[in-house]
């Protein structure tokens, strides 16, 4: 599938970017009032170091974060207890928090939409993939671990 060449930080900034032109051009009614917007800092913040403690869970176990390269080790510790894709639901915190920081309605489409879109293309597709590569050990990890949250 030719998105799944795309990696999904570019998915990313491109919804950011959306958030923000949504917000100036398209904002619909506010729904967030300052100064509670604010609160989307602590979301986006929590995103990025979900995002960069998943990465550093990667990198001990010598595997790859790129959803088309093989998977060398199934990681289950760490942020991996709490989700089976932290680094997509730190991708969503972070959408979220922008979102609320814009505090204008259209922008949460934009996370809706992103949310929608990595479940279908990436995170089911990846998980057809570690299924077939670590078998009986992904069937146990995915029996007691949430996709999501």
């Known amino acids: 599938m030719r998105l799944l060449r795309i990696d999904p930080p570019i998915y990313l900034f491109v919804s950011l970017a959306a958030i923000v032109v949504l917000h100036f051009f398209l904002p619909g009614i506010r729904i967030i009032p300052a100064p509670w917007n604010l609160l989307g800092v602590f979301l986006l913040l929590a995103g990025v170091v979900l995002n960069l403690m998943a990465d550093r869970s990667f990198k001990e176990r010598g595997t790859s974060v790129k959803p088309l390269e093989e998977s060398a080790f199934l990681v289950t510790t760490g942020v991996f207890r709490l ?67």
């Open 83 to 149: 989700s089976r894709h932290p680094m997509y639901l730190g991708f969503v915190l972070i959408l979220v928090g922008a979102a609320a920081l814009a505090g204008s309605a259209t922008p949460f489409l934009v996370v809706a939409v992103f949310l929608a879109f990595m479940d279908t293309v990436f995170v089911r597709s990846e998980e057809k993939k570690l299924s077939r590569t670590f078998e009986s050990a992904w069937s146990d990890y995915a029996a007691d671990v949430r996709r999501w949250i």
